[in-house]
């Protein structure tokens, strides 16, 4: 299949004007438009462009509003909230970063709780930011029901991703980004459009049987979580900081049955930082490096996010590659 190579400038480039034709704000656009590029510049297929169809079809239905201002309220001295007013999660977070890294500097650790929000991408770009700046995070979100929990008969949690993000002494912070449920919903799609099988324990049919039918899982399915019930445990977790905390929904309570082709759960997110300045007696990247040293004796090769940066360095020295389907698709996309 031919390939061509797009710089991320023009990558963002475009996919602003795809967002900005569907309906959102040019700040909106500008915002989801570098996080997509991100995750494409990154390798990260599964939350890159792949997902710009699901974008435009929630935009497209009006289950999302693309023109949505967010509101900030200052609850504690610790304590941020959120309300993305049925917008997406990510220009909420960008109102708020400011403060938030202000609170955790001040008080140590701080929290944003976001409600009302729609989240289609992965986590660690919230997250990656941070780290660079010295902070510790973590953040949760959920998703629409999608996975059994552990002893049940029918879809309850989400896929509910949680990720978290570390500073080192010198260079790439340590990041990890992970589903809960046996693996991402973006990653059963893929599979199902290429034809693949899916590994043994990574979802049910309709009527409660396993399968590794990428299509069974999606027509009615559901997804299982990840180490039975220590997964589930988690997912469970997940579903009480993301939902319960923030004044979201939980990923069985929304109704998007009138919105055919919406793609975007209606859910929430919540952040947490914590000023690693404030460790004991070594500063904190130092014994973060002190770990990755016993890790790499034991035999590790290979961190969390060493692939996405490797694939960072080469899109940005080569370019992003895309087939020449791909990047016409995008051009339609973003044709008046």
């Known amino acids: 299949m031919a390939q061509s190579h797009i710089t991320f400038a023009d990558l963002v480039a475009l996919l602003e004007a795809i967002f900005v034709r569907f309906g959102t704000s040019r700040q909106t656009a500008a915002i989801l438009a570098d996080n997509c590029a991100r995750c494409e510049r990154d390798g990260a297929k599964s939350h890159g462009i792949f997902r710009m169809k699901g974008y435009t079809d929630s935009l497209a239905t009006g289950w999302v509003d693309g023109t949505a201002e967010p509101v900030l309220e200052d609850a504690a001295a610790g304590f941020l909230r959120a309300d993305a007013q049925n917008g997406f999660a990510q220009p909420a977070l960008a109102l708020a970063r400011d403060l938030l890294?202000?609170?955790?500097?001040?008080?140590?650790?701080?929290?944003?709780?976001?409600?009302?929000?729609?989240?289609?991408?992965?986590?660690?770009?919230?997250?990656?930011?941070?780290?660079?700046q010295g902070l510790i995070a973590l953040s949760t979100v959920n998703s629409f029901a999608c996975t059994v929990p552990h002893g049940g008969q029918s879809a309850v949690f989400g896929t509910n991703p949680i990720a978290f993000a570390a500073p080192t002494r010198s260079g790439e912070p340590i990041v990890f980004d992970m589903a809960t449920s046996s693996m991402a919903n973006g990653d059963v799609q893929i599979a199902a459009s290429q034809g693949r099988q899916l590994p043994p324990g990574s979802g049910v049919d309709r009527n409660g049987n396993p399968t590794t039918d990428p299509n069974e899982i999606l027509n009615g399915g559901a997804l299982l979580p990840f180490g039975d019930h220590k997964g589930s445990s988690i997912s469970m977790m997940i579903e009480l900081l993301s939902a319960a905390l923030t004044g979201g929904n939980y990923s069985f309570e929304f109704d998007w049955s009138g919105h055919p082709g919406a793609a975007t759960p209606h859910t929430g997110q919540l952040i947490i930082l914590i000023n690693a300045a404030l460790a004991g007696a070594a500063p904190f990247g130092v014994r973060t490096e002190a770990l990755i040293s016993?890790?790499?004796?034991?035999?590790?090769?290979?961190?969390?996010?060493?692939?996405?940066?490797?694939?960072?360095?080469?899109?940005?020295?080569?370019?992003?590659?895309?087939?020449?389907?791909?990047?016409?698709?995008?051009?339609?996309?973003?044709?008046?």
């Open 294 to 336: 016993e890790m790499m004796s034991a035999g590790v090769t290979r961190f969390p996010g060493q692939h996405r940066f490797a694939r960072r360095k080469a899109s940005d020295a080569q370019g992003i590659p895309l087939t020449t389907d791909e990047l016409n698709w995008l051009e339609a996309l973003a044709a008046d």
């Open 101 to 132: 890294i202000e609170k955790t500097r001040t008080n140590g650790i701080a929290l944003l709780a976001i409600r009302n929000s729609h989240h289609l991408s992965a986590l660690w770009p919230d997250l990656e930011p941070f780290a660079e």
